[in-house]
């Protein structure tokens, strides 16, 4: 059974005034689509109704862009975990619309370019590389935002959480020396409190 497609399949190339939409072809299979040069669309959809998940791999890198009327560039999540593994940039103000109990993870670069993300819906994304090139603005409105990547921009929340960080990382996490110095004074006042009363 074929598991990687080119992106070619799913849309134009140079088709700036586009909508690429990732539906229900891969049924419930996790599936790689790759592409070998760069893709500008207007607009991404991942609208999986059957638990499939795309993986969207390959270089130079994926681009949102303002259409030719002026649309505002989107990425929408309507259901299932999707990731770009292919670097990602957006070259215009650009709205992230993920679902309840639905990911989108960056996986690779995500460049702003100096651009607005904003992250709306009540799903999650995930931010796991480097966020950077040229700064710019991610404004959560709404959900989740996670993961380690370095952030080089302006990090907005007006009504979501943010969780940064890898979980698996905390349990060896060093305290900080301000943290360990009042759990030492916490213990020698324990210490004295208990030589006291004995």
């Known amino acids: 059974m074929e598991k990687e497609r080119p992106l070619r399949n799913y849309f134009s190339y140079s088709s700036g005034w586009h909508t690429a939409t990732f ?3 891969i049924g419930s299979d996790s599936r790689t689509v790759f592409t070998d040069t760069a893709v500008s669309v ?16 390959g270089r130079p890198s994926v681009n949102l862009i303002a259409s ?8 929408r999540v309507d259901a299932g975990s999707h990731e ?21 993870t960056f996986n690779n670069a995500l460049n702003l370019l100096g651009n607005t993300l904003t992250k ?7 931010i796991k590389n480097d966020f950077n090139s040229g700064g710019g603005t991610v404004n959560l409105q709404q959900g989740t935002i ?19 960080g890898n ?13 360990m110095f009042l759990s030492l004074v916490g213990l020698a006042g324990l ?4 030589r006291r009363r004995a």
């Open 146 to 164: 996670i993961g380690g990547g370095t952030v080089g921009g302006d990090l907005n929340n007006s009504g979501g959480i943010i969780s940064p």
């Open 167 to 179: 979980s698996s990382a905390a349990g060896t996490a060093v305290p900080e020396p301000t943290t």
């Open 23 to 25: 539906g229900d072809a």
């Open 68 to 75: 030719t009327v002026g649309t505002a560039p989107s990425v």
């Open 120 to 126: 709306s819906g009540t799903g999650t994304l995930a």
């Open 191 to 194: 210490l004295q409190l208990l």
């Open 42 to 57: 207007n607009s991404i959809s991942f609208a999986n109704t059957m638990g499939g998940s795309y993986n969207i791999a």
């Open 84 to 104: 770009f593994q292919a670097a990602f940039a957006i070259h215009a103000d650009t709205t992230a619309n993920i679902a309840s109990d639905s990911t989108l």
